[in-house]
């Protein structure tokens, strides 16, 4: 098995946008890749920092999980801090064909559980988040030593954050109710991003991305990494 071991730039949203598709940078039928990930990122209401690791079995089906830590600076966790886990998997359902299609396209489904600490003598909140969509992209050969991979993506979006306490001494900024001690807020959207993938000398890989995940902000980052 090559082993794909890099760096890369999370966003911290409910629902991790780590979930990728990283069988794009091999070929259908190659030898399976394992990858891993480490990286950190900022977006709306938080920074974050993490881990991942992912199995691709030949260029057909990705599976990976990634664990985030989030720290919250604004909002309803401010002061609190996140901690994500988040399994994905990607299938490839078509590779491009020259004579039969002109892209390819990826189905992805990723789940996110978000456990929160930090909140005092008051209950910390608790998240669970799901995206599902699908990519588009095409390998384009750029000369003999880089590959160019541009990739767009669009899912749903959707996220839960159940708040068991209000108390006024609690550290998080959860003040929207003081009425109640149980609330849930649920959020639906979607996102959508480009990523002008590229693979260098078959061994290095730079993913910059930008886009929309929800929550009137647009988000950037990039995955750099190596291929072994």
């Keep these: 098995m090559r082993k794909f071991i890099g760096l890369c ?9 780590s979930a990728r598709a990283q069988g794009i940078f091999i070929e259908k039928g190659d030898p399976s890749t394992v990858s891993a990930t480490v990286g950190g990122g ?4 938080a ?5 991942a690791a992912g199995y691709t079995y030949r260029g057909v089906f990705d599976v990976g ?6 720290a919250y600076t604004a909002g309803a966790n401010n002061t609190l801090a996140g901690y994500s886990v988040a399994p994905y998997a990607t299938w490839h359902l078509f590779r491009h064909d020259v004579d039969e299609l002109p892209v390819s396209i ?13 909140n ?12 599902a969509g699908g990519s588009v992209y095409r390998r384009l050969e750029l000369g003999t030593s880089v590959v160019f991979i541009p990739e767009a993506f669009v899912g749903f ?7 068991y306490s209000s108390a006024g001494d609690q550290n998080s900024g959860n003040t929207a109710d003081q009425s109640v001690n149980y609330r849930t807020d649920s959020k639906y959207s979607f996102r959508a991003l480009f990523r002008p993938n590229l693979l260098i000398h078959s061994s290095f890989v730079l993913a910059p991305y930008v886009g929309y995940e ?5 988000s950037m980052g990039a995955n750099v990494g190596a291929i072994f």
């Design 9 to 17: 730039f999370l966003t911290a949203t409910l629902v991790a946008s």
């Design 42 to 45: 900022v977006f709306k209401d």
């Design 47 to 51: 920074w974050g920092a993490g881990l």
């Design 65 to 70: 999980l990634d664990f985030t830590r989030f």
């Design 106 to 118: 990826a189905a992805t489904f990723a789940m996110q559980r978000i456990f929160y600490a930090g």
């Design 120 to 131: 005092g003598s008051a209950a910390p909140p608790e998240s669970w988040g799901l995206v």
């Design 157 to 163: 979006d959707m996220a839960y954050t159940h708040y």
């Design 214 to 218: 929800g929550a009137l902000a647009f």
